[in-house]
């Protein structure tokens, strides 16, 4: 199993940037599909972004042209670049991980798909 830690939450303004890092353990990093959830109160979890062992890049349409999904393979590290964000991009992010593929052609498929996730941290983006 890997274990997964996200990293750089933060209270920013509206219009602001910030990057979301997730570290994990696995030796074997590169064999995982990788994806980004996110969490606000009281609504369900929705996939945010998504990248394949191969390089595939998936994301919802609400972050389209406004965030970007990566991954080094080398320092085991998955990464989310917001830019222009906006209040409604406020919750808690989380990482997640899959041995298998983690992507269709709309997005990123259901968390069920994921069994193995990091603790979250908190975005909060305020007008």
């Known amino acids: 199993q890997v274990q997964l830690v996200e990293s750089g939450g933060a209270s920013v303004q509206s219009g602001g940037s910030l990057t979301l890092s997730c570290a994990a353990s696995?030796?074997?990093?590169?064999?995982?599909?990788m994806a980004w959830f996110r969490q606000a109160p009281g609504k369900e979890r929705e996939g945010v972004a998504g990248?394949?062992?191969?390089?595939?890049?998936r994301y919802t349409d609400a972050v389209k042209g406004r965030f970007t999904i990566s991954r080094d393979n080398a320092k085991s590290t998955l990464y989310l670049q917001m830019n222009s964000l906006k209040p409604e991009d406020t919750a808690v992010y989380y990482c997640?991980?899959?041995?298998?593929?983690?992507?269709?052609?709309?997005?990123?498929?259901?968390?069920?798909?994921?069994?193995?996730w990091g603790q979250g941290t908190q975005v909060t983006v305020s007008s």
């Open positions: 997640a991980a899959s041995p298998d593929y983690c992507v269709y052609n709309n997005g990123v498929l259901p968390d069920r798909n994921f069994p193995h």
């Open positions: 696995a030796v074997t990093f590169s064999a995982y599909c």
């Open positions: 990248i394949t062992r191969a390089g595939n890049l």
